[in-house]
C-alpha cells in the first residue's frame, strides 16, 4: 500500500502530466527494492540449511539459584537470580534458514513452517552451592504464580525427546515437583514485540506436602522479538528514505 504514494501511474484525475524525472526515481526506488530482496535472497540461500535435533537455548545460561538455609533454629530459602534479559526469538530470526525435524514434539510449537513462536530456553533453576542439606523426604517445589498471558512454558529433554506442557500452560500443574538439579524449561511466546514476565515462589515440602516453608515471590522477565519480516521492511523504509532524501535534494 505504502508503495503506491511513490507509483507516479496512480494519480488522480486531472492530475498535472508526469514529468520524466517523476518516472525516473519511481524506477530507481523498483530498482532499491529489487536489489534488497536479491541481498535477502542471496543471504537466505548462502546460510547453511540445517534440520535442528535440538532446542537452542537462544543465548548463554541464565542461572535462577535457589539457596535452601537451615541453621538449626531456622529454615529460609532465598533466591538469586543472574542480572540478564533473554530474548524470546523465532528460530527463523536465530537459525534463518534452519528447520525442526518434523517428527520432534516440539515441531507444531517452534517451527517457522507451523508458524514457529518466538522462545528461549536460557533461564534455568539451580540448587545455591552453598545451600544447607535438606532433611531427608524434605524437598523443593516451584510453583508459577502468575505469568504475562501468551507465555508458556514446556518440559524440554532430549533422549527421549519431550516436549510437555508445564507450570499451567495448556491446564498443566502450575508447580514443578523439582529434582534438585539444574533445570532449564523452554518458554515461548507469539513471534512479536512485547515484554513477557513469569512470577514464581520456591517451597520447601515434606513427603510431598507443603510446610509453609517458602521463598518471597521473584519474577523473570524477557523481550520477544519479531519475525525478520518486520526487520525487513524497516530496511525497505530506510531505503525509500534515502532515496526521497536526494529527490529533494534535487
Ligand atoms: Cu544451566
Given at each position: 500500500m505504502w508503495l503506491s504514494r511513490f507509483n507516479p501511474f496512480n494519480r488522480p484525475a486531472g492530475a498535472r502530466p508526469l514529468p520524466t524525472k517523476e518516472i525516473e526515481n519511481h524506477i530507481k526506488i523498483k530498482i532499491v527494492i529489487v536489489t534488497l530482496a536479491a541481498v535477502f535472497a542471496l543471504a537466505g540461500a548462502t546460510a547453511q540449511a540445517t534440520i535442528l535435533s535440538t532446542v537452542p537455548m537462544q543465548g548463554p545460561m541464565v542461572h535462577i539459584g535457589i539457596h535452601y538455609m537451615n541453621d538449626g533454629l531456622s529454615t529460609n530459602i532465598?533466591?538469586?537470580?543472574?542480572?540478564?534479559?533473554?530474548t524470546l526469538t523465532p528460530l527463523t530470526l536465530s537459525h534463518p534458514g534452519?528447520?525442526?525435524?518434523?517428527?520432534?514434539?516440539?515441531?507444531?510449537?517452534?517451527?517457522?513452517?507451523?508458524?514457529?513462536?518466538?522462545?528461549n530456553r536460557q533461564y534455568g533453576f539451580v540448587l545455591d552451592g552453598l545451600s544447607d542439606p535438606l532433611p531427608l523426604g524434605q524437598g523443593i517445589w516451584i510453583r508459577q504464580v502468575s505469568a504475562t498471558p501468551g507465555l508458556k512454558a514446556f518440559t524440554y529433554r532430549t533422549s527421549p525427546d519431550t516436549w510437555m506442557p508445564m507450570f499451567g500452560t495448556d491446564g498443566s500443574s502450575d508447580t514443578l515437583q523439582w529434582n534438585l538439579g539444574m533445570f532449564h524449561p523452554a518458554y515461548t511466546a507469539p513471534a512479536d514485540i512485547g515484554t513477557y514476565f513469569a512470577t514464581y515462589e520456591a517451597f520447601v515440602v515434606d513427603g510431598g506436602i507443603p510446610t509453609g516453608i517458602m521463598s518471597d515471590p521473584f519474577t523473570i522477565q524477557w523481550e520477544a522479538i519479531p519475525e525478520p519480516t518486520t526487520g525487513m521492511l524497516t530496511l525497505f523504509g530506510v531505503g525509500i528514505t534515502a532515496l526521497t532524501a536526494r529527490r529533494r535534494k534535487h
Open positions: 532465598e533466591v538469586d537470580i543472574e542480572p540478564m534479559l533473554p534452519d528447520q525442526f525435524d518434523h517428527t520432534d514434539p516440539w515441531f507444531a510449537d517452534l517451527a517457522p513452517s507451523a508458524g514457529g513462536a518466538a522462545f
